[in-house]
T-cell receptor, first 112, second 112 residues
């Protein structure tokens, strides 16, 4: 069975400071990993994806994530938070099954 | 514009009254799926479809039905809704399984 653990249910940062959202995964197969963002009252939008190419993946809006197989992690980072980054973020694992596995989400709060 | 369209966006209904939530995509994607989102639980897949006339259960299929008669449409049917099906529902489509998902805007369903 595969699983995804988002280690923080809430992360609070000040505008202009770095963002780190943590995601660990477990899979018996070569994983495809995704980060999605959900703004209030909106659907989910893809931020970035890892599909066994480069381990450092760059996404939209200045976000990036690094796939670390030895640590089974796929943490999402951004150098400088913006107020518009406040949203819910989901780490998603695919591979080995037709059913993707979603993390429970991390709510990012950005203070002025 | 590539998109997934769900209707309705909001629905309040009574226990036992059959309802259908429609989903349509214009990207010629093979894979479509339905999710429900509940606080603290992330997204859980209800049903998925690999192609026309091919559907299978996701993680939480009880109380739901789907059909895929055309490639672009994937309606979700609740034959006899109950209050525990009150939730936020998302339809998604992928070019194929394990690729990026495109999500609809969501349908907020309340069953009283």
């Amino acid at each position: 069975a595969q699983s995804v653990t988002q280690l923080d249910s809430h992360v609070s940062v000040s505008e202009g400071t770095p963002v780190l959202l943590r995601c660990n995964y477990s899979s018996s197969y070569s994983p495809s990993l995704f980060w999605y963002v959900q703004h209030p009252n909106k659907g989910l939008q893809l931020l970035l994806k890892y599909t066994s190419a480069a381990t450092l993946v760059k996404g939209i809006n200045g976000f990036e994530a690094e796939f670390k197989k030895s640590e089974t992690s796929f943490h999402l980072t951004k150098p400088s938070a913006h107020m518009s980054d406040a949203a819910e973020y989901f780490c998603v694992l695919s591979g080995g099954s037709y059913i993707p596995t979603f993390g429970r989400g991390t709510s990012l709060i950005v203070h002025p | 514009e590539a998109q997934v369209t769900q209707n309705p966006r909001y629905l309040i209904t009574v226990t036992g009254k059959k309802l259908t939530v429609t989903c349509s995509q214009n990207m010629n994607h093979e894979y479509m799926s339905w999710y429900r989102q509940d606080p603290g639980l992330g997204l859980r897949q209800i049903y998925y479809s690999m192609n026309v006339e091919v559907t299978d259960k996701g993680d939480v299929p009880e109380g739901y039905k789907v059909s895929r008669k055309e490639k672009r449409n994937f309606p979700l049917i609740l034959e006899s809704p109950s209050p525990n099906q009150t939730s936020l529902y998302f339809c998604a489509s992928n070019r194929r399984e394990n690729t990026e998902a495109f999500f609809g805007q969501g349908t907020r369903l309340t069953v009283v």
